[in-house]
Nanobody
Framework: QVQLVESGGGLVQTGGSLRLSCAAS????????MGWYRQFPGKLRELVAT???????NSADSVKGRFTISRDNAKNTVSLEINSLKPEDTAVYYC?????????????WGQGTQVTVSS
């Protein structure tokens, strides 16, 4: 089992910046990929950015250039730096981790943190 705890969400004005952080605990040795997803009201959860333990990153086109993911394998944390925030970035942001096991893989999720961008 892996537990993910997020912090750093809140209310920010358009053009502002925010940093989200996530700390993993539990069976951390099994984690390969960590990252962030977001969910807009009435929509499915969607990819923001992820990073593997080897440093390979993947991010949505809509956030490239404004969102930066960083991972600290030694501390079992992943962060998301968000710049030039827009009202359309308003969503619940979820920390994500994928663990690899002998029989397959399993996805873990944090409780979510609300990011609200005022116009």
């Amino acid at each position: 089992q892996v537990q993910l705890v997020e912090s750093g969400g809140g209310l920010v004005q358009t053009g502002g910046s925010l940093r989200l952080s996530c700390a993993a605990s539990g069976s951390i040795f099994s984690i390969n990929t960590m990252g962030w997803y977001r969910q807009f009201p009435g929509k499915l959860r969607e990819l923001v950015a992820t990073e593997t333990s080897g440093g390979t990153t993947n991010s949505a086109d809509s956030v490239k250039g404004r969102f930066t993911i960083s991972r600290d394998n030694a501390k079992n944390t992943v962060s998301l730096e968000i710049n030039s925030l827009k009202p359309e970035d308003t969503a619940v942001y979820y920390c994500y981790a994928r663990s690899d096991y002998e029989m397959g893989w399993y996805d873990y999720w944090g409780q979510g943190t609300q990011v609200t961008v005022s116009s």
